[in-house]
């Protein structure tokens, strides 16, 4: 079973940046999708971006502007790029992966999730 573990989150002022992590216990080539979500305090879990195996990406609207997704299959990492950020970007954001065809489109097939790293702008 894989296991996801998310790094690089931490304090930052408002108009900072932040590049947080994601390493994969296993090759990220084997899920076809890997994505990043976030949770900020008494709101649900969103999504952020998701990256498939052929690199192609999709973000929940509003994200593409501020934020980046990719992969480095060699590295078994994933990244998520944050700039512009604003305090209402306060959150845990969480990694997952998805072997699921489909997942590009149906963020509810990921299946596999980190612990969270947070994330905090003030």
């Known amino acids: 079973h894989v296991q996801l573990v998310e790094s690089g989150g931490g304090a930052v002022t408002t108009g900072g940046s932040l590049r947080i992590s994601c390493q994969a216990s296993?090759?990220?080539?084997?899920?076809?999708?890997m994505g990043w979500f976030r949770q900020a305090p008494g709101k649900e879990r969103e999504a952020i971006a998701i990256?498939?195996?052929?690199?192609?990406?999709r973000y929940a609207e509003t994200m593409e502007i501020r934020f980046t997704i990719s992969l480095d299959n060699a590295k078994n990492t994933l990244y998520l790029q944050m700039n512009s950020l604003r305090p209402e970007d306060t959150a845990i954001y969480y990694c997952a992966a998805s072997r699921m065809s489909g997942c590009l489109y149906d963020w509810s097939l990921f299946r596999t999730w980190g612990q969270g790293t947070q994330v905090t702008v003030s």
């Open positions: 296993r090759v990220t080539y084997n899920y076809h999708c």
């Open positions: 990256i498939d195996s052929d690199h192609i990406s």
